[in-house]
């Protein structure tokens, strides 16, 4: 059974940093790709970075280029997303999502809230 549990989340004020993580099991994580979404309340899902399977390319939504950085650990089968100078418009939840093909898992989400 697969499955892709993300922790890390919580309630951080502007200008702070969260390190999300997104731990997955019952699958060859190394033929993924990764990517994590947010959904904030009232909008739509949306992608936010996105990671090749060996880890060696990345893309970001404009929105977070300079800001976040996605990276992997193919022996731990995780994928995290450093989010540093944290904006009140990045609270949402964060989902990670494993790609091969047409095959695609999702994680369950975690909280981000930016707020003072």
């Known amino acids: 059974q697969v499955q892709l549990v993300e922790s890390g989340g919580g309630l951080v004020q502007p200008g702070g940093s969260l390190r999300l993580s997104c731990a997955a099991s019952g699958l060859t994580f190394s033929r993924y790709a990764m990517n994590w979404h947010r959904q904030a309340p009232g909008k739509q899902r949306e992608l936010v970075a996105a990671i090749t399977r060996a880890g060696d390319s990345s893309i970001y939504t404009d929105s977070v280029k300079g800001r976040f950085t996605v990276s992997r650990d193919n022996v731990e089968n995780t994928v995290y997303l450093q989010m540093n100078n944290l904006k009140p418009e990045d609270t949402a939840v964060y989902f990670c999502?494993?790609?091969?093909?047409?095959?695609?898992?999702w994680g369950q989400g975690t909280q981000v809230t930016v707020s003072s």
């Open positions: 999502q494993a790609v091969n093909g047409l095959e695609t898992y």
